[in-house]
């Protein structure tokens, strides 16, 4: 059964640099979104991509975090200078273009920012 | 804005015993309603969906979910709960905006099964 794939699995780093999470989302899906949980609080959305654009973010996402896909496979979070409060679990899903809204997730990436 | 409460933090529950999971949920539309599982250390697993039509939902793993309208609720159940039902899980409502659907999460509730 397909699926999304994400690595690292656990990422740690120190406040101020930068970190790429990536995301391999299933084949033929065309909506891609990241989602985080800091510990113990709920999932939160972040970004939804769609072709090849941003289609709506939430006001976490502000201008450190960016997104790509840069090769038609692969998806991508940046956080350009990370602080303590980005420590969260990071997780990408996909859909496809089905009515059905269904959004497959990926296992997620932990980011501890030190 | 959608929204969605999840009364309970943390539910314990006997091997066996049935387990009902409350939701709440704000949302001017129909709402596109989800209950996803997490286990510790794991990623999010859909256990089951409404879009439309008949109101009471099944989902993997014997796990069922009620849409009331009415109610604006969605809660989950299951008959005879097994120990491999320890867990965490949320509810969720997706928006009906074209190309996004972005869900909007509960806070979650612990599921405990004992012995």
């Known amino acids: 059964e397909p699926e999304v794939t994400q690595t690292p699995s656990h990422q740690v780093t120190q406040m101020g640099q930068e970190v790429i999470l990536r995301c391999v989302p299933i084949s033929n899906h065309l909506y891609f979104y990241w989602y985080r949980q800091i510990l113990g609080q709920k999932v939160e959305f972040l970004v939804s991509?769609?072709?090849?654009?941003?289609?709506?973010k939430s006001e976490i996402f502000d201008d450190q975090f960016s997104v790509e896909r840069p090769d038609g496979s692969n998806f991508t979070l940046k956080i350009r200078s990370t602080k303590l409060e980005d420590s969260a679990m990071y997780f990408c899903?996909?859909?496809?273009?089905?009515?059905?809204?269904?959004?497959?997730f990926g296992p997620g990436t932990r980011l501890t920012v030190t | 804005a959608q929204s969605v409460t999840q009364p309970d933090i943390h539910i314990t529950v006997s091997e066996g015993a049935s387990l009902e999971l409350r939701c709440n949920y704000s949302y001017g539309a129909t709402p596109y309603l989800f209950w996803y599982v997490q286990s510790p250390g794991q990623g999010l697993q859909l256990l089951l969906k409404?879009?439309?039509?008949?109101?009471l939902v099944q989902g993997i793993k014997g796990f069922e979910a009620e849409f009331k309208r009415s109610q604006s609720s969605f809660n989950l159940r299951k008959p005879s709960v097994h120990w491999s039902d320890a867990a965490e899980y949320f509810c969720a409502v997706g928006a009906d905006f074209p190309n996004d659907y972005k869900l909007s999460f509960g806070a979650g509730t612990t599921v405990t099964v004992r012995a």
């Open positions: 899903a996909s859909r496809d273009r089905g009515l059905s809204g269904e959004q497959y």
């Open positions: 991509f769609y072709n090849n654009e941003i289609s709506e």
């Open positions: 409404y879009f439309s039509g008949d109101t």
